[in-house]
Structure formats: C-alpha cells, structure tokens
C-alpha cells in the first residue's frame, strides 16, 4: 500500500499559488566598475619631467609596499601646473572616496591604481601608497557625535541592547590583526527603533567612505573603537545587506599586496607610453 509520506504534499507545485505569480527578487548589484587604461596624450615630455618623476616614485613605492607592507608619501605641493594636470589626468578616479573630518578636514580619493591614494586639505597635498591612508586610521572613532551606550530604551526597542552589548565586547577586546567579527542586521530580527537605538547608542566617529566596486558600499565609524556600520546598496540605491564590523578598517576598503603590486605595472605601462 502506498504510504502518505510518497504523495505530493497538498497545496504546492504548479498551479498552487494564486495566479501562479512569478518570484520577484530583489535587484542584486550590477556594472562592476573593472580598470580601463588609459594613457595621457603629451606632445612634450619634457615640459612634464615633475610628474613622470613622481609617477616613477609612485611606481617604486608599490613595490616596497606590496613586498614589504607600511605606507609611503610623496608631496605633490612643488608640482607646476603642467605637471599637475598630467598627474590628475592619469591617477583619475578610483572605487573608494574618504571624508575625514577633523583638522584640517582631509578630502581621500583613491586613484585608478588601487592602493594609490590622494589625500588633499589645508596644508595637505601628497598621493600616499599603502592599503589604506594611515589618516582614516587615526582619526577613524574620534567622535564626530559621542557614543551613549547607557542611553535608556525607548518603546519599540527588543534586540539592540544585546547587539550592542556583543559589539561593546568585541570592541574592548579587539586587538590588530584580529578576524572581523561581523553582526548582519539583514538576516536579524530587528525593528526600526533597534536600529535608531544603536545608531545613537555608538555615535559617529570622523571617517566616512563610499565604495564603488561593485554597486555602492557606504562605510561609516562609529565613536566606538573599532565599530563601522558597512551597507550595500545595489544599483537602484537599495539597501540589501547591512552590517556592523569590528575590524580596524573594512576589507572593502582595504587595497590587498597583490592589488598594489598590479598598480606598480599599470603605473609603468604608463610612463611607458608616455616616454
């Protein structure tokens, strides 16, 4: 006799759901930005011998980085303006921007070569190579808007005080080189006010990022060491992932050894060209 359990189950497979409605995801990212040449015209090489120098620098710097890891600036403030349009043309703009408030106040793009940073404010006006600037480090959880852990809950509040207890924790324990310890608010119950609660309860620190590699990736410090809210947002401005991190920077904004052992290659492919 055949048993229940081999039947189809009552109510699913074709014809089932009302109107046999197709599934309706919702939109993943798209149009990942992937590097392009692209190679300055210059009828004179000479009239540009500051930048070539530079770029020759820059190039040199990936090396060690890549090989050897830390940071290296290089001034640009002596440059002409030949040089410096020559410079701006070739490093243009790569995935990742910074704002790092503070004083002075430092506006941080990331060039075409990953790893190849320029950082420009009052007094400031040099390209650093390295993972990221060693700026939005230092400054990254000076508080912009203090954090106020012991603020009382509001109604509507259910889960963000142990979320916040877990990320306070691994905030104090947190030492360099550690795993990033990652809390997904997308695949946790949560409500609004959880959200508004941990927000104000973490404050804002002075670092804010905007990745571009593949949809949008907006990074904000928290006034909490160590703590960044990380969001992705899919091409039409969607959020569809939004996570807390305790790490010393996100690793979306974080360019890898081999990432700036490329740009040194790229950078002189270039000079190349040029010469």
Not at 98 to 109: D, E, H, S, T, W
Not at 221 to 234: E, I, S
Not at 239 to 259: F, K, N, R
Request: hydrophobic share 45%.
């Amino acid at each position: 006799m055949q048993t229940p359990f081999t039947l189809p189950p009552v109510g699913f497979g074709p014809g089932s759901q009302s109107g046999d409605e197709a599934l309706e995801y919702i939109a993943l990212p798209s149009g990942m930005r992937t590097y392009t040449p692209h190679l300055p015209e210059v009828d004179n090489p000479a009239s540009v011998a500051p930048a070539l120098a530079v770029l020759a620098d820059v190039a040199r710097a990936c090396d060690v980085v890549a090989r050897d890891g830390g940071r290296a600036q290089i001034d640009l403030s002596p440059l002409g303006r030949e040089s410096r349009k020559l410079l701006a043309e070739t490093f243009g703009h790569g995935e990742v921007s910074m704002k790092l408030r503070g004083v002075p106040a430092v506006a941080v793009q990331e060039s075409v070569f990953a790893g190849v940073w320029v950082l420009q404010g009052a007094g400031l006006d040099h390209v650093e190579i390295g993972p990221v600037p060693e700026l939005a480090v230092t400054r990254a959880h000076t508080p912009h808007r203090p954090s106020a852990m012991d603020s009382p809950r509001a109604p509507g509040v259910v889960n963000a005080p142990a979320l916040l207890a877990e990320l306070a924790d691994k905030s104090r324990s947190y030492v360099a080189g550690a795993q990033v310890h990652v809390v997904n608010l997308t695949l946790l119950p949560h409500t609004p006010e959880d959200l508004d609660h941990m927000a104000m309860a973490l404050g804002e620190g002075a670092v804010t990022i905007l990745s571009r590699g593949y949809g949008n990736c907006r990074i904000t410090a928290a006034a909490l060491p160590h703590v960044w809210r990380v969001q992705f947002f899919n091409s039409t401005d969607t959020l569809i992932l939004d996570t807390w991190e305790v790490a010393q920077m996100p690793e979306v904004a974080v360019a890898g050894p081999e990432d700036i052992d490329d740009s040194a290659g790229r950078i002189r492919d270039v000079l190349g060209a040029i010469r």
